[in-house]
């Protein structure tokens, strides 16, 4: 069976299993803090499976978490916060990925996640960021993270900033990037086609890990839900600290 599995995933039965150990981590990150599961994989099996090929796998089971996400989030989201941003990152999407032909990857990357772990230490430390509280801020983020995503793939990141940044409940900023990520499907899908990523082995795999990710989000629904919903934002803070340098340490020295 699982030699099978191996075949029809063409992955060596090792690189299986720990992509499916990493996956139902992702899914539980992702369940409980609204966000994180490409960058949860992208910091692990990337180093067995490249991004090329990685980034339509981790797009099927983000859509896989969104759909089972998607009630709870239009209930408890900020809905004109979490539109705004996704129809400003759309915008800001093409922009990023014109300018990635006269910008190294490598560069923006390197900016982009200095940029981001600036300012979630900062968060960490609670120090007030009024940039993110001006009249233009929902907008400029929005496009923001859409250029990032374009140039460097982490807008997610840059997004996460801006909600937790908030003065919102735990609850509504967890459901608002939950939306956010579930309208971004619509982008990604025709960013993935145009560029013809999403292959036959990009849908094998992600049709076996669905599964393995929709457990880890029911189990991190589960741990939000019941005990630990006090600690929500530092415990996003902390994970985003920990992306950033993870991606960092790739940039440098890979």
Request: hydrophobic content about 60%.
């Given at each position: 069976m699982m030699q099978a599995l191996s075949v029809w995933t063409g992955l060596p039965l090792s690189y299986l299993t720990i992509s499916a150990a990493m996956v139902f981590v992702a899914g539980l990150v992702r369940g409980f803090a609204g966000f994180g599961l490409s960058a949860v994989l992208m910091a692990s099996i990337v180093v067995f499976i490249?991004?090329?090929?990685?980034i339509?796998?981790?797009?099927?089971?983000?859509?896989?978490?969104?759909?089972a996400m998607f009630k709870g989030g239009l209930r408890d989201a900020d809905r004109?916060?979490?539109?705004?941003?996704a129809v400003c990152s759309a915008v800001g999407v093409p922009l990023g990925?014109?300018?990635t032909t006269?910008?190294?990857?490598?560069?923006?990357?390197?900016?982009a996640l200095l940029l981001?772990?600036?300012l979630t230490i900062l968060q960490l430390f609670k120090v007030s960021l009024t940039l993110f509280s001006t009249r233009y801020a929902l907008p400029v983020t929005g496009l923001v993270a859409g250029v990032v995503t374009g140039l460097a793939s982490i807008g997610g990141m840059v997004i996460a900033l801006y909600v937790l940044a908030s003065s919102h409940k735990a609850r509504t900023m967890r459901g608002s990037l939950v939306l956010f990520l579930f309208c971004g499907m619509i982008t990604s899908v025709v960013t993935l086609l145009f560029?013809?990523?999403?292959?036959e082995a990009a849908i094998h795999r992600g049709l076996l890990f669905a599964p393995i990710v929709l457990a880890g989000v029911f189990v991190g629904s589960k741990l939000f839900s019941r005990s630990l919903e006090h600690t929500y934002k530092r415990w996003c803070l902390c994970l985003l600290t920990v992306l950033a340098?993870?991606?960092?340490?790739?940039?440098v020295f890979f």
């Amino acid at each position: 069976m699982m030699q099978a599995l191996s075949v029809w995933t063409g992955l060596p039965l090792s690189y299986l299993t720990i992509s499916a150990a990493m996956v139902f981590v992702a899914g539980l990150v992702r369940g409980f803090a609204g966000f994180g599961l490409s960058a949860v994989l992208m910091a692990s099996i990337v180093v067995f499976i490249p991004p090329v090929e990685l980034i339509p796998v981790c797009f099927l089971l983000e859509a896989a978490a969104s759909l089972a996400m998607f009630k709870g989030g239009l209930r408890d989201a900020d809905r004109r916060t979490a539109f705004t941003l996704a129809v400003c990152s759309a915008v800001g999407v093409p922009l990023g990925l014109a300018a990635t032909t006269s910008i190294p990857p490598d560069l923006s990357k390197l900016v982009a996640l200095l940029l981001v772990l600036s300012l979630t230490i900062l968060q960490l430390f609670k120090v007030s960021l009024t940039l993110f509280s001006t009249r233009y801020a929902l907008p400029v983020t929005g496009l923001v993270a859409g250029v990032v995503t374009g140039l460097a793939s982490i807008g997610g990141m840059v997004i996460a900033l801006y909600v937790l940044a908030s003065s919102h409940k735990a609850r509504t900023m967890r459901g608002s990037l939950v939306l956010f990520l579930f309208c971004g499907m619509i982008t990604s899908v025709v960013t993935l086609l145009f560029f013809g990523l999403l292959g036959e082995a990009a849908i094998h795999r992600g049709l076996l890990f669905a599964p393995i990710v929709l457990a880890g989000v029911f189990v991190g629904s589960k741990l939000f839900s019941r005990s630990l919903e006090h600690t929500y934002k530092r415990w996003c803070l902390c994970l985003l600290t920990v992306l950033a340098i993870t991606g960092l340490v790739r940039v440098v020295f890979f």
